[in-house]
């Protein structure tokens, strides 16, 4: 086990399988067009085949071994402590210190993320007060056996898309709790996720595409997370170049929406589109085949739970409340 200071270090990767192994529905790979590996045998080639081997050594050589083995951890721990009496003895406190150096540094450069103004839920600044309160809920973390990584404040997970925010936040009745948030990274830059409700002719096109968060088979229109480089409308038409291979003749913008106030802050740019051409299906993105609906298919599909996607049907109602698709 990998260890910092002399503090042992948990491998994420026996989380995410003991996290697996709780639950089969997550690794669930039946008909999906984005295959899990075999976590053991694709990340962790040599483990079965260490395993079997050391149940084939002579005792005496394996106990000879976990001596040795102990007493070089006991040497190799002495040393840390003698050579890193510059370096935190705490891993949590490594973490939380480069979570919280990149929180303020979105802090000061995207103050909107952060603002106060007429919030009753008000986020907490005071180094002292994130302090203390973090105290108080490791130790009630520990108590339970819990990751004490569940206090952490300021960024706790970020990659090339999204960032993860755990905000310290005053309640209005005064209690102080955690709150998780998502970022679009490409909304720190002034753009967002755009959907495209795409017509050629007479009928809507969808997409019968893979979702690896649900696991699972959607009906769904065109979208995605928006260009960093691009505005709302040309990352519109990328998608579609992207996804079903085709040229946008007319696009009309219908206003945002949020997909989920709860816990994902950028806002999304709903499209309506005329298509001029349509191509063959983005198979690299767990897209497999087009179906084409008529406004009452897709209607009935809808009232059926066939779609279950909020970004089609919000995008389908906004575009019937603006009265765009009695001139289809």
């Not at 003698?82 to 939380?96: F, I, K, L, M, W």
């Not at 209690?175 to 720190?188: A, F, K, T």
């Not at 909020?310 to 001139?327: E, P, V």
């Amino acid at each position: 086990m990998s260890t910092l200071g002399g503090v042992p270090l948990r491998d994420p990767l026996d989380r995410y399988v003991e996290l697996l192994g709780g639950d089969p529905e997550l690794t669930c790979n039946e008909g999906g067009a984005f295959r899990m590996a075999a976590l053991l045998s694709i990340l962790r080639p040599d483990q079965d085949t260490y395993n079997i081997r050391l149940r084939t050594f002579p005792v005496a050589f394996v106990c000879m071994w976990l001596l040795f083995g102990a007493v070089y951890a006991q040497l190799c721990l002495a040393d840390s402590k003698a050579s890193t009496s510059s370096v935190p003895h705490d891993a949590e406190s490594v973490r939380e210190q480069m979570s919280m150096t990149r929180y303020q540094k979105l802090q000061s450069d995207y103050p909107f993320l952060f603002t106060n103004d007429k919030a009753p839920l008000r986020i907490i600044f005071d180094q002292t007060r994130i302090t203390a309160w973090q105290a108080k809920r490791r130790a009630e973390l520990a108590a339970q056996g819990l990751p004490l990584s569940w206090a952490d404040i300021g960024v706790v997970l970020e990659d090339p898309y999204i960032l993860m925010i755990r905000d310290l936040v005053e309640f209005p009745n005064g209690s102080v709790g955690g709150y998780i948030r998502l970022i679009n990274r490409s909304s720190l830059s002034g753009n967002a996720g755009v959907v495209i409700l795409p017509m050629m002719g007479k009928k809507v096109l969808l997409l019968s595409h893979f979702r690896h968060a649900t696991r699972s088979w959607h009906l769904e229109i065109p979208r995605g997370f928006g260009e960093r480089d691009l505005s709302p409308a040309d990352s519109a038409r990328q998608e579609i170049r992207e996804e079903v291979g085709g040229e946008i003749l007319e696009l009309q913008e219908l206003g945002i929406m949020h997909s989920d106030t709860g816990m994902a802050g950028q806002k999304i740019h709903i499209y309506f589109a005329r298509l001029s051409s349509v191509g063959d299906p983005e198979k690299q993105e767990g897209i497999d085949s087009f179906r084409w609906a008529t406004l009452a298919e897709l209607e009935e599909l809808i009232r059926k739970g066939e779609i279950t996607d909020a970004y089609t049907i919000t995008a389908y109602t906004r575009a019937k409340l603006q009265k765009i698709l009695d001139l289809s």
